[in-house]
Nanobody
Framework: QVQLVESGGGLVQAGGSLRLSCAAS????????MGWFRQAPGKEREFVAA????????DSADSVKGRFTISTNNAKNTVYLQMNSLKPEDTAVYYC????????????????????WGQGTQVTVSS
């Protein structure tokens, strides 16, 4: 079983930055795509960003584009989410997810396309 563990969440003032990490352990895939999702109280889980195994293809939600950057360190089986210019509306539990992908360039934006999920890390942005 592949385990995903997020870290780096916390409390930050509006305009500040946080860097989330998600480390995969256990029986990892040879190649897999990864993504970040978030869920605020009373709202559905929403797509934040995704990246291909190759690292060459990324995508992010319009609400975070230009502020958040997804990246990977494949040697460490880790995906990162650099969050800058944070806003109160970014407050949510952030989850990382992974899915085996034979296509090194594929990215996935739908939550149901992912198989493995982390436990989530809380990000709170104060006004």
């Amino acid at each position: 079983q592949v385990q995903l563990v997020e870290s780096g969440g916390g409390l930050v003032q509006a305009g500040g930055s946080l860097r989330l990490s998600c480390a995969a352990s256990g029986r990892t895939f040879s190649s897999y795509a990864m993504g970040w999702f978030r869920q605020a109280p009373g709202k559905e889980r929403e797509f934040v960003a995704a990246i291909s195994w190759s690292g060459g293809n990324t995508d992010s939600a319009d609400s975070v584009k230009g502020r958040f950057t997804i990246s990977t360190n494949n040697a460490k089986n880790t995906v990162y989410l650099q969050m800058n210019s944070l806003k109160p509306e970014d407050t949510a539990v952030y989850y990382c997810a992974a899915v085996e992908s034979s296509d090194w360039h594929a990215i996935y934006r739908g939550q149901y396309e992912y198989v493995y999920w982390g436990q989530g890390t809380q990000v709170t942005v104060s006004s």
